[in-house]
Each structure stands twice: as C-alpha cells, then as structure tokens.
C-alpha cells in the first residue's frame, strides 16, 4: 500500500505533530482519499494506472486523452462497419504524451477506419499517471497534508460545532495543473 501514498505516513504525522502509532492505518486512509480527492478535483492521474476512455466515432483530426499525463496506449478497439470488434494497428496512429492532455493523431498517409454507428464504438485503452510518487510535485503533496490535516482534526461532516471546510490552500496548490476538459490543461 505504501507505494500508492504519494506522501508517507510518517511525513503526513509529522505534518500533523503525531507522535503515537495507533492512528497509522487512519492516517493512511486520509492520505489515500485526499489524494484521490486532489487528483479528481485536478482532472489529473496521479499514480501509474491503467484507463479506458470510449466514443462514439473516431474525431475528425485529433483524439484527446483524458486524465493527464498519458505515458502510452495499450490498445484502441474499434466496432467496424460489420459490427465486428477490430484492434487499430499502432501504426495508424501517434501518441503525443508530451502534450497535455496528451493527443492521438494519424501517422502520416493514414485514415480513421469507419466504424459501426453505434455508442461507444470505439475503446481506448492506455497507461497514465506517474511512475512512482517521487515524481509527483512537491506543491501537490503539499496539498494531500493540508488535506490531510483538516480531514484529521474534523472528522465529522455533522456536528453541534462550527463546521469548517478545506482550507483554500489546498486548492491553491493544486489550481496551476488544473485540467478543464479534454483540450485544456
């Protein structure tokens, strides 16, 4: 599990002036939910993971990927005009993973296969996300421990005190690698 914390336990405690080992496993399940939190919110992946984005029909010019970064594609499976399920030879198409989000294209002198007219004809499967948590910005992980503070000091959505929400810091942090939609990190 600790090679899915993109800050450790021990730092998150430190952060959060802990000493005593008996809310280690608390504590980690708040680094994992903020984290997730923090990626969602960014429309980003954090750790190396495995997606799959459907459509419809393949785009006219250039296929966006979602949830930056993409490091590669594993497959796009395609419905041709039969019905049929079809692999895309790798050699129809480019990935661009140094954009963000990164951008399938054609190889040059390549076309899009037609495909069956039907919702989610087509599938593509690729990796993104970072390789370790190491790479992960520091400003980031600076994020997951205001979260994580805040979330270990109000543990309660409901209560008969004052409610406090995230610190803005935490969004603060985080805004600068913000994704807005398919084309707009």
């Known amino acids: 599990m600790a090679d899915t914390l993109v800050v450790s336990v021990a730092e998150a405690k430190q952060h959060i002036r802990v000493t ?16 997730s939190l923090a990626a969602a919110w960014q429309g980003r992946t954090w750790l190396s993971a495995t997606l799959t984005q459907v459509l419809d029909a393949f785009p006219p010019n250039i296929l966006y990927l979602r949830y930056p970064p993409a490091t590669s594609i594993t497959s796009i499976v ?6 049929d399920s079809q692999t895309l030879a790798a050699s129809v198409y ?44 520091a ?34 942090l985080l805004w600068p690698d913000r994704c807005f939609g398919a084309e707009n990190c």
């Open 78 to 83: 395609y419905l041709d005009e039969s019905g």
């Open 139 to 172: 400003t980031w992980k600076q994020a997951v421990l205001l979260g994580v503070g805040h979330y270990y000091e109000h543990r309660e959505s409901v209560t008969d005190l004052k409610l406090e929400v995230l610190p803005m810091g935490f969004y603060d």
């Open 94 to 137: 480019r990935l661009d993973a140094t954009s963000e989000p990164a951008r399938v294209t054609l190889a040059y002198s390549q076309t899009w296969p037609a495909t069956y007219a039907v919702t989610n004809a087509i599938t593509v499967t690729y990796v993104a996300g970072y390789a370790s948590a190491a790479l992960i910005p």
């Open 20 to 35: 005593s080992a008996a809310d280690d496993s608390y504590i980690e399940s708040l680094i994992l939910a903020v984290q």
